[in-house]
């Protein structure tokens, strides 16, 4: 996309007043989720934020969605248990639920003007692991992969993940956007083959290129968008 906002380049986009999109995991300490039931489900959250009513239009959320996606499209993923859960969830935002993982995500925020209960919740010690690998991807949903040369914390991958699942959407007819939703937003995360990820990168699908603000280098190619309905 020549107006992608995860280009690395000067772009107006920059000028605008910068907003964040708050992602928070929950991450008891007896029973953290696996990993890709995480990045899958803070995809998901974007997506259902994305396709709410409260987003469009004149919703409650529309302003701050807008003044979002006109300026870099930040997220940011912090880690809560217990209170601090709780206190999260009565903020107004969407819980999603995964197998083992859940996610809150909330309106955009400015850039310095987090919510208190959200700015006080930890960004560090997101790492997560899968207790046996994930099955192969159904090639017939659609697949965010993740670039097999870079390491990434967990929370990082899920907010790549979650730009991933935006492109895509971005991508879609009003159609193809409203079957995906209605079918509950069917994805999977899967890491690519090294073999495979030159060829997924030249394939003409969203390509998310990370802005360096943390863990990554400016510029990298961290996910490719794999829908069907753009192959």
């Known amino acids: 996309m020549s107006d992608s906002p995860f280009r690395t380049e000067p772009d107006p ?3 605008a007043p910068q907003f964040v999109l708050p992602l928070v995991v929950r991450i008891e300490r007896a029973a953290p989720p696996a990993r890709t039931d ?12 994305l396709a709410d009513e409260r987003s469009a239009g004149d919703g409650v959320w529309a302003g701050a969605v807008r003044d979002w996606q006109d300026a870099r499209i930040r997220k940011v993923v912090r880690r809560a248990r217990g209170a601090e859960w709780r206190r999260a969830e009565a903020l107004p935002g969407i819980t999603v639920t995964g197998k083992t993982a859940e996610v809150r995500v909330f309106p955009p925020v400015p850039l310095d003007g987090w919510p208190r209960d959200l700015a ?3 960004v560090s010690g997101t790492d997560l692991d899968d207790p ?5 991807a159904d090639p017939s949903a659609p697949v965010l992969w993740l670039n097999p040369e870079l390491e990434m914390s967990a929370g990082k991958a899920m907010a790549q993940a979650g730009h991933g699942a935006q492109l895509a959407w971005w991508e879609l007819s009003g159609e193809e956007r409203a079957a995906w939703r209605d079918a509950g937003f069917p994805l999977a995360v899967r890491t690519a083959d090294p073999a495979r990820w030159p060829g997924l990168t030249a394939a003409g699908l969203p390509l998310v290129r990370d802005a360096g ?3 990554i280098a400016p510029g990298s190619c961290t996910v490719v968008a794999d829908h069907p309905a753009l192959r």
């Not at 995480?38 to 934020?49: F, G, H, K, N």
């Not at 046996?132 to 192969?136: G, L, N, Q, R, Y």
């Open 120 to 122: 006080r919740l930890q």
């Open 13 to 15: 986009r920059d000028r």
């Open 38 to 49: 995480a990045l899958e489900t803070a995809a998901r959250a974007v997506l259902v934020l």
């Open 213 to 215: 603000f943390t863990e």
């Open 132 to 136: 046996e690998p994930p099955p192969a």
